[in-house]
């Protein structure tokens, strides 16, 4: 049982650049998400999944975007990589679509540096 | 606005000893309380959830308990042992009209050292 699967682990790039981080589960969960972990501050919500198809913003979805075309998938694309997006960034997945009282389960992250 | 703070913010402490880890939060209306454990290079993993009316709740050595009147919580360990070296952050769930959302502490780094 793999679990949350992020890809690549590390990654660089140039701003401007484009690229998308990929998160897969192998869980059958309903809900998915995307955070960012900056130093000095909690995890910070991205954007969210509900199921299939659905998508919402979470606090900073700013420079990002997200589609959940199956259950299992849900990639985070940067259209304009800046400096400001150097950042470690955690994919989640949970049972619930309401998160509720059911465990969250997050992938190993991605480091991303943007020069 | 929606915070948890918590401290210390980090600590050092001898290996098999115990050590007690606190969590404030003013997240509103509240849902659940997590801890998880975050290993350097790694995501974050659950240690326990808990409700509104639950007050303790143990996950082998880890023992977390909640007070929803002061809003405060608090993880012990005990018998520390050098795999509990780790980011350990508190995480408050609220209720909203897209469902719950998480508001993450910023994290106490643990030490445990021989």
């Known amino acids: 049982n793999a679990g949350v699967t992020q890809t690549p682990k590390f990654q660089v790039l140039k701003t401007g650049q484009s690229m998308t981080l990929q998160c897969a589960q192998d869980?059958?969960?309903?809900?998915m998400s995307w955070y960012r972990q900056d130093p000095g501050m909690g995890l910070r919500l991205i954007h969210y999944?509900?199921?299939?198809?659905?998508?919402d913003q979470g606090e900073v979805p700013n420079g990002y975007n997200v589609s959940r075309s199956t259950t299992e998938d849900f990639p985070l694309r940067l259209l304009s990589a800046a400096p400001s997006q150097t950042s470690v960034y955690f994919c989640a997945s949970s049972y619930s679509k309401a998160l509720l009282n059911t465990e969250a389960f997050f992938g190993q992250g991605t480091r991303l540096t943007v020069v | 606005k929606n915070q948890v703070e918590q401290s210390p913010q980090s600590l050092i402490i001898l290996e098999g000893k115990n050590c007690t880890l606190q969590c404030n939060y003013t997240v509103s209306p509240f849902s659940n309380l997590r801890w998880y454990k975050q290993d350097t290079g790694r995501g974050p993993v659950s240690l326990t959830i808990?409700?509104?009316?639950?007050n303790t709740k143990s996950n082998g050595r880890y023992t977390a308990t909640l007070d929803a009147d002061t809003k405060q919580s608090s993880l012990h360990i005990t018998a520390s042992q050098l795999s509990d070296s780790a980011s350990y952050i508190c995480?408050?769930?609220?209720?909203?009209?897209?469902?719950?959302?998480?508001?993450f502490g910023t994290g106490t780094q643990l030490k445990v050292e021989l």
């Open positions: 808990m409700t509104f009316s639950e």
């Open positions: 869980m059958n969960h309903e809900y």
């Open positions: 995480v408050v769930s609220r209720l909203t009209g897209g469902g719950n959302k998480l508001t």
């Open positions: 999944s509900v199921g299939a198809g659905i998508t």
